[in-house]
């Protein structure tokens, strides 16, 4: 019995499929840990980004 595992889902410009692993075959989004720490690097540079542009509370 060969063992089978789910893919990663992430298409590349060319529209090729990466053919790594996905962390978890059971969630919604199935990406390796590659797109996984990528994905994390954006959404907290974006994170960083907004709460920059957040004014302080001004004091009275």
Known sequence: MTAQYVT????????N?????A???EAELKICSR???EAQRLIHAAYSRA???VPT????
Do not use: I, Y
């Open 17 to 21: 499929q990466c053919t790594a692993e």
């Open 51 to 53: 709460v920059a542009k």
């Open 23 to 25: 962390v978890d075959a």
């Open 8 to 15: 990663c889902r992430v298409l590349s410009g060319r529209g």
């Open 57 to 60: 509370p001004r004091t009275r």
């Open 35 to 37: 797109h996984l720490a």
